[in-house]
């Protein structure tokens, strides 16, 4: 097992683990060079994706806490068109992770500092690391953990020597009664300090199937089925020769059956990379279409309603399923109608038969094609069905007080009946494709093979040969069929998910020229926010909606924005916060523009919404209140989120919940109070310590004595804060 191999070490301390392998220490980089390393990793990855790189040498990541050096990585992997993942691993699990986690950096402790280990592929019990030279290095897997986890053992084997020491073990079982020991200690421990690379979902769709190795894999699929059929024709000749010839004894059963075990393994491979293949695609199409949703336009989406939004995501589920089902199928049916239409040509109708097979599967297209327009209509019905009756369940109680009851069901009783008349067209038009492809191919093919057959023209060899073809042909109909029913639910599916699939792969907003820790330093009387002329209308040629706005806030600021409804407060802190972009002027924050943060503005500047655009998600109420922050949190973070809940009044609240601020909360979980959710969303902004903090009509739903307190500790807590409120 990896645990106890990992764990068996000498009596040395951990500290010598890593300064005694000289050779492990030499493969790795110092800090000052993680720029270059990280560009190293990528290229020899093939990961690299843009042209961007890490600006010279005043950018390294900071020798301070890790979670700062993780932020700068994060950065770096941005400036280089790709993402750096932190990732955890348990050490019990660690020599089996380092197997898996490739392209990987990896932080080692060694004489007071940090230094980066640069994991690129793993061969057997080996792991190739690059080293400051540009070369590969191969090493031990357990040499890497070993030195991963000297920081761990470093603090428990004194303890551990001292204990069996003063009970007297016996030398010759200290080491094993030790290393049962240490592993014990360190079941619970996971090493950090780690980031895989990796595309982001944003890349070019064809580079993240090619990259996760699916073209190459898809290409195996292919080749494995031409040698199962290759296989399956020999098989057959065989026999059937046997057969007409007279000649059918064990000899040639034997090697019949030879044949037939043969194909077993090409058949569990392809199974094998066939289920590899669906759940790689459909991990890569998931993140593609996540990456859309988080991209699309706000305004768009606000102009859909539930049920909309709820039938985009029942269609992005069923796309996986529909393509990989549908196309595996016809992949599969393809390879076999080629085979199928070889052997009919060599077998007693000829091409004659061959052109009848095309003939059918060109009446099998337009069969296809009006079931694809009836699947689009009925799938339309039933996503306006769908909407129409969450819709209705949304103002269900608005419905019970206000429409006259003998007025409640006419709208679902059309909607009903449309949807029976569009179902049976389509049951119409999927009966000849369903029932009809292979049975239908059966029929014309024995048409094509009765004028050899009557003239007698035809050999038992080459009608045994044209029965092979037919069969085959036949099962590859009946394959084909589901498999292009199913490409066409595909087809309807993806018209309704293409927008968030574009939006995904739609170029992104480059990652800020500096890193956030440089962005986020901050000085006394230095401007947070410094905005000239600013001018921002919603629809292009329509009014402004600010129109040549100037403003400065200072560091430590607390400023109060007033004014009546519809006057621009929240289109102003959609600037501030970047969810916005201005027409035109100049805004910087902590005086640096967007183009130069990039997407770090959002580190730099977060609020916390009106109610109505403010959600729970479903989670924990820990995930809730640090989502803002690193995740997994830390147990300063978790310590931090709940002394800050108390100061907003949320201690009973913490005291009621059986798990505390592991509390399922949302929709499905713990239902909160409108103050309840008021002082969590006022919590996960303060959380996020941002430099600066706005809060959106925030204290609406609060009494004044709770209302007083939230503010104070708003004061207290943020950096810098703009409250918005009515007058």
């Known amino acids: 097992m990896d645990g106890p191999d990992l764990l068996r070490v000498p009596k040395s301390t951990a500290r010598s683990l890593v300064d005694d392998n000289e050779d492990l220490v030499g493969l790795s980089w110092p800090r000052g060079q993680l720029g270059q390393a990280l560009d190293a990793l990528a290229s020899r990855s093939g990961l690299r994706a843009g042209a961007g790189d890490v600006v010279g040498k005043p950018e390294v990541p900071p020798n301070g806490p890790s979670a700062q050096a993780g932020d700068w990585i994060e950065w770096a992997a941005g400036r280089l068109g790709l993402e750096a993942e932190p990732v955890e691993f348990p050490i019990p699990e660690l020599n089996r992770d380092l197997r898996h986690a490739s392209p990987l950096v990896l932080a080692i402790p060694y004489r007071g500092e940090v230094r980066y280990l640069l994991l690129l592929r793993t061969r057997g019990n080996s792991i190739a690391l690059i080293g400051p030279d540009l070369r590969i290095h191969w090493q031990p897997v357990q040499a890497i953990a070993a030195a991963v986890t000297a920081r761990f053992e470093a603090t428990i084997i004194p303890d551990l020597d001292r204990l069996l020491e003063s009970a007297r073990v016996r030398k010759g079982r200290r080491e094993q009664v030790r290393s049962l020991m240490l592993r014990e200690r360190l ?101 593609r279409l996540l990456a859309g949703a ?63 097979l095309l003939i059918w599967l060109i009446v099998m297209a337009a069969l296809c094609w009006r079931y694809y327009r009836r699947v689009r209509t009925w799938s339309q019905a039933r996503l306006d069905m769908t909407h129409e009756l969450i819709e209705h369940m949304l103002g269900h109680r608005t419905r019970l007080a206000q429409e006259p009851p003998h007025r409640r069901n006419t709208a679902e009783d059309r909607t009903l009946g449309e949807y029976v008349g569009v179902s049976c067209r389509l049951d119409h038009a999927i009966a000849p494709v369903a029932a009809g492809a292979a049975g239908g191919w059966t029929i014309v093919a024995f048409l094509a093979l009765a004028p050899a057959f009557i003239l007698g023209n035809a050999g038992p060899t080459a ?41 995904g792969g739609a170029p992104v907003e480059p990652t800020g020229a500096v890193p956030p820790a440089r962005a986020g330093t901050q000085t006394s009387q230095q401007k947070v926010i410094d905005a000239s002329d600013l001018v921002f209308r919603y629809r292009q040629n329509g009014n402004a909606i600010l129109d040549g706005l100037n403003l400065t806030v200072y560091q430590g600021e607390r400023v109060l924005l007033q004014g009546p409804s519809g006057g621009g407060k929240s289109t102003l802190a959609a600037l501030l916060t970047g969810l916005r972009l201005p027409d035109s002027g100049l805004l910087l924050l902590n005086g640096l523009d967007r183009p130069t943060l990039g997407l770090g503005w959002h580190q730099l500047a977060t609020e916390a919404p009106q109610f109505h655009e403010n959600h729970i998600l479903g989670g924990s109420l820990a995930f809730n209140l640090l989502m803002g922050r690193d995740w997994p949190p ?36 713990w239902q909160l109070s409108h103050g309840e ?25 609060l009494d004044p004595a709770t209302l007083k307190a939230c503010l104070q500790t708003a004061v207290a807590r943020a950096r810098t804060l703009v409250v918005i409120a009515h007058p």
């Open 463 to 503: 009608l045994a040969i044209s029965l092979g073809g037919i069969l085959m042909a036949t099962r590859a109909l009946a394959s084909a069929s589901s498999g292009l029913a199913s490409l066409a639910q595909a087809g309807i599916a993806w018209s309704l998910v293409s927008d968030l699939f574009r939006a």
């Open 634 to 669: 830390s147990e300063d973070d978790l310590a931090l989120a709940r002394a800050l809940c108390i100061e907003l009044g949320l201690g009973p609240l913490l005291t009621r919940m059986p798990s505390g601020m592991m509390q399922h909360v949302g929709e499905t979980g």
């Open 294 to 356: 988080l991209r699309i336009d706000l305004d768009a989406l606000r102009h859909q309603g539930a049920g909309q939004i709820i039938g985009r995501v029942m269609e992005s589920q069923a796309l996986e399923t529909l393509v990989l089902s549908g196309g595996m199928a016809v992949t599969v049916a393809v390879v076999e109608l080629v085979f199928a239409g070889w052997i009919l040509s060599a077998g007693a109708g000829g091409y004659l038969h061959v052109l009848a």
């Open 187 to 287: 079941a619970a421990q996971k090493v950090t300090g780690c980031w895989m690379l990796r595309l982001p979902a944003t890349a070019p769709f064809v580079a993240q199937l090619s990259q996760a190795g699916l073209i190459r894999r898809l290409g195996w699929v292919i080749m494995l089925l031409m040698g199962m059929y290759v296989v399956e024709i020999i098989g057959w000749a065989l026999i059937g020769g046997g057969v007409l010839e007279g000649k059918l004894d064990l000899a040639w059963l034997i090697a019949w059956q030879l044949l037939l075990i043969s194909g077993l393994p090409l058949r569990l491979s392809a199974a094998w990379l066939e289920a590899t293949f669906a759940l790689d695609l459909g991990r890569i199409l998931k993140r």
């Open 677 to 701: 959710r008021t002082r969590v969303f006022l919590a996960r902004a303060l959380l996020q310590d941002a430099s600066l903090t706005i809060l959106d009509e925030s204290f609406a739903a």
